[in-house]
């Protein structure tokens, strides 16, 4: 499964996200739905200011709950 560690998070990132003090196999252990791992990655690259890749993830996720719940901000 593809997680937000995939993607080489600084722990800057990390703390931003709330994943802050979690090794990548603590939070592999814990986290198994693609759907809100997508959800993940989209907010890492909103935070890099990588719209086009951030919304790519989002397209990805196919629950319209976690779509709604991760939808970028208007601009």
């Given at each position: 499964m593809e997680t937000v560690f995939d993607h080489e998070p600084t722990a800057e990132e990390l703390k931003?996200?709330?994943l802050s003090g979690q090794s990548r196999e603590e939070y592999a252990s814990s986290h198994?739905?693609?759907e809100t791992e997508y959800g993940n990655?989209?907010?890492l690259?909103?935070?890099r200011g990588n719209r086009e890749k951030a919304l790519e993830y989002l397209n990805r996720i196919r629950n319209p709950k976690e779509r709604f719940n991760s939808?970028?901000?208007e601009t």
């Amino acid at each position: 499964m593809e997680t937000v560690f995939d993607h080489e998070p600084t722990a800057e990132e990390l703390k931003y996200l709330f994943l802050s003090g979690q090794s990548r196999e603590e939070y592999a252990s814990s986290h198994s739905d693609q759907e809100t791992e997508y959800g993940n990655i989209y907010a890492l690259y909103m935070i890099r200011g990588n719209r086009e890749k951030a919304l790519e993830y989002l397209n990805r996720i196919r629950n319209p709950k976690e779509r709604f719940n991760s939808k970028p901000p208007e601009t």
